[in-house]
Nanobody, 121 residues
Framework: QVHLMNSGGGLVQPGGSLRLSCAAS????????IGWFRQAPGKEREWVAC??????NYEDSVKGRFTVSKDGANNTAFLQMNDLKPDDTAIYFC????????????????WGQGTQVTVSS
């Protein structure tokens, strides 16, 4: 049974850091692309970053601040977020897609439950 579990969110001050986790079960993480999305209140879900066997990709507003990675031994993906800004406040989700990265939520088949990130002083 395929399952993705998000964790690691919380409240952080502007300029702070958080590391989000996406623990996978029921499939081998290394064989899939893992996308990261976020959804702020009243807004559509937006793509943030993605990691596949061949590439990592980032939305322009997070380039240089966010880093995606995978730990194959523990079947877990990570989103390291540095220099956080109030505009980064949202619920963050990981999602699975076969093969390569895409930017649209409809292209992903399984989703984590999300984890809340709040950036505020």
């Amino acid at each position: 049974q395929v399952h993705l579990m998000n964790s690691g969110g919380g409240l952080v001050q502007p300029g702070g850091s958080l590391r989000l986790s996406c623990a996978a079960s029921g499939f081998i993480l290394d064989y899939y692309a893992i996308g990261w999305f976020r959804q702020a209140p009243g807004k559509e879900r937006e793509w943030v970053a993605c990691i596949s066997a061949r590439s990592t990709n980032y939305e322009d507003s997070v380039k240089g601040r966010f880093t995606v990675s995978k730990d194959g031994a523990n079947n877990t993906a990570f989103l390291q977020m540095n220099d956080l800004k109030p505009d980064d406040t949202a619920i963050y989700f990981c999602a699975r897609r076969a093969y390569n990265c895409r930017r649209f939520p409809r292209d992903y088949d399984y989703w984590g439950q999300g984890t809340q990130v709040t950036v505020s002083s």
